[in-house]
């Protein structure tokens, strides 16, 4: 994994703006501290910074091919077919000059051939045009900020900032996607004024025509007649193949394990390919000072990890690590989160994770993650409970009119909160491809997967990206092979809730793997601290935020944030995962985010 960047004008000499494209750079060096490199010529300057995973020596980039050259963040996951598909000559191992003489021969349609996750460009200096590509569900990211003579481009929003052409402000669409939407984002749009991001499954051209993008892939309904054990022989070829190809490395490769179902099933699979080579995976789990003591059991959260990992972790025999977090440092890396996200995020869920990957990093570069799993094989309760999933808007935001209360009275006037909100589930809800066949229930779980697709999982990416790339580790989510999720989109709900269990289908798909206790465990959550000293921690800190004065006050009311001070409501945020003290740290960040990034309002 890497952080790419770049600047094309067909008007202006790149060659005279070089400061800015260092400072571009040195931006981008956490996610790729091992090696760099800036490619500029007169109308294109091409910037990386190198995690170096695949080929260590011969993976450098900006690397070039004759009339092109490319910067490219990411994985593939079938290099070698498409090696001998290419039939070609390769002076290296590398992944990357596999993606660029991949794009020689098929243009454009090269991303069609691509299975991995990826954000890439290629600069074509013969025909004058970039070419930008994002991967199909959109792991890795890709920003950029169209001038009326300039397109810039980059990995992360901070590193767009860095340049003097883009505005660091924030109009009436920021304003609602920070309140009313946040953490998640509106595919496409960046929040900061003028900054857009390239979607998942988008490819296209700028030059002197100007920018012409095109989705290359979607969720796509086909008829599926398969039998629930032909369904599960399906399931089980996909997931094993898509673990088994994400532990290819260079350096050494371990896995998250939370004790739930996905992270052990990865786990176990990942234990089992290395004990055919003599070595001893290494798992990695977090946790929180004093929740033993102040654990409380919820309807999402009927019982605590602990106990679970210690099973896996022997039943596997892995080599287990804890990262234990406590209140003090958990807050404070509220604001690096921020930092690292480049936007106010997901609060204590973001920055525990930072801390968590950071220690990581310690031991590897590579490690496996459950992510994706729940939406893909219909995990969540909003699946599953008939009354929210039936109920139209998104399910995991259910307090707009308690979101729309914070928003000050300017924005207030120019925003429809309701339409704005409910316009974006619809269209969403409405893009879901559907067969006549349908019945009432696989066509509302087709939309409700849509929803999940573009919008919850989009938050969960973004924070797994960011927080593990900010320390420069590399993680990769096999979950989210996109032939697992175009072959589930089109999975009888019936079969997707085998025996009445969230993810039933790929409990008994992937049975042998695991120990009972934990394949019949309940879903359960990213673990969060339960201890009150988190919600006194914060609400003393976002206090002296407010006593000391905040630029947030032009973009949120003072009152509702007093009122919240009081912790007389508690409405979830943002799903199970922001409750009120996630409220209360996530203005903490946006506080942090207005001043960092030096934000204004217009």
């Not at 995973?53 to 092109?68: C, F, K, L, N, T």
């Not at 920018?211 to 089980?236: G, N």
């Not at 008939?386 to 209360?405: C, E, H, L, T, V």
């Amino acid at each position: 994994m890497c952080g790419i960047a770049g600047a094309v004008s067909f008007i202006e000499d790149m060659r005279e703006d070089m400061k800015t494209y260092e400072k571009m750079q040195t931006a981008l060096i956490h996610r790729g501290p091992d090696q760099r490199g800036i490619v500029i010529s007169r109308e294109a300057a091409l910037i990386h910074t190198r995690l170096a995973v695949i080929d260590i020596e011969g993976g450098r980039q900006p690397m070039s091919a004759g009339q092109y050259t490319i910067v490219y963040n990411g994985e593939l996951y079938n290099t070698e077919e498409i090696r001998r598909e290419l039939d070609d000559d390769f002076s290296t191992r590398s992944d990357t000059e596999v993606v660029l003489k991949s794009y020689i021969k098929w243009g454009e349609n090269c991303v069609d051939h691509f299975n991995g996750i990826f954000a890439f460009a290629v600069y074509d200096e013969q025909e004058h045009r970039l070419f930008l590509a994002r991967d199909r569900i959109g792991v890795k990211p890709l920003f950029y900020y169209l001038s009326g003579t300039k397109l810039i481009f980059a990995s992360e929003i901070p590193t767009l900032l860095e340049h003097p052409d883009i505005p660091h402000e924030i109009d009436a669409q920021g304003a609602a996607e920070l309140l009313l939407m946040a953490p998640g984002r509106t595919a496409g749009c960046g929040v900061i004024k003028g900054i857009k991001e390239l979607k998942a499954g988008e490819c296209g051209f700028y030059s002197e025509e100007g920018l012409k993008l095109r989705t290359y892939w979607r969720l796509r309904a086909y008829p599926l007649d398969e039998s629930f054990e032909q369904t599960c022989e399906h399931v089980r070829e996909l997931v094993l193949d898509s673990i088994r190809r994400q532990l290819v490395a260079d350096v050494p490769v371990c896995t998250f394990l939370s004790g739930g179902l996905d992270s052990s099933l990865i786990s176990s699979v990942a234990a089992a390919e290395m004990k055919k080579q003599g070595r001893t995976l290494h798992t990695f789990s977090v946790d929180y000072q004093g929740n033993d003591r102040y654990f409380q059991k919820s309807r999402f959260q009927p019982d605590s990890d602990p106990e679970y990992i210690r099973c896996m972790a022997e039943y596997l025999g892995t080599e287990h690590h804890w990262t234990v977090v406590d209140i003090p440092e958990l807050v404070a890396a509220l604001d690096e989160a921020v930092e690292a996200r480049g936007l106010p995020g997901m609060a204590d869920v973001d920055a525990s994770l930072l801390l968590f990957c950071r220690e990581i990093k310690k031991y590897g570069t590579v490690a496996l993650s459950g992510e994706c799993a729940d939406e893909i094989f219909g995990g969540y309760p909003w699946y599953r409970d008939k009354d929210i999933r039936m109920n139209d808007g998104f399910p995991w935001a259910q307090s707009m009119a308690y979101r729309k209360s914070f928003l000050c009275d300017r924005y207030a006037e120019q925003i429809n909160a309701e339409d704005y909100v409910y316009s974006a589930y619809r269209r969403t809800a409405d893009y879901a491809e559907k067969l006549p066949t349908d019945n009432d229930t696989d066509s509302r779980m087709r939309e409700m997967t849509q929803l999940n697709f573009d919008w919850f999982m989009q938050t969960l990416l973004d924070r797994k990206d960011r927080m593990s790339m900010y320390s420069g580790l590399e993680v990769r989510v096999p979950f989210c092979d996109y032939r697992i999720a175009e072959y589930m989109y089109n999975v009888r709900w019936e079969y997707k809730d085998w025996q009445g269990r969230e993810k039933g289908l790929l409990r008994e798909a992937m049975k042998d793997w695991l120990p009972e206790k934990v394949l019949r465990r309940k879903k359960s959550p990213y673990p969060k601290t339960h201890s009150p000293a988190f919600l006194e921690a914060v609400t003393d800190k976002l206090r002296k935020i407010l006593d000391e004065g905040t630029p947030m006050t032009d973009l949120v009311k003072r009152e509702a944030l007093e009122r919240l001070l009081t912790h007389a409501d508690h409405v979830q945020w943002y799903g199970q995962l922001m409750n009120l003290p996630q409220t209360i740290a996530f203005f903490i960040q946006l506080h942090r985010w207005l001043v960092r990034y030096d934000i204004s309002f217009c």
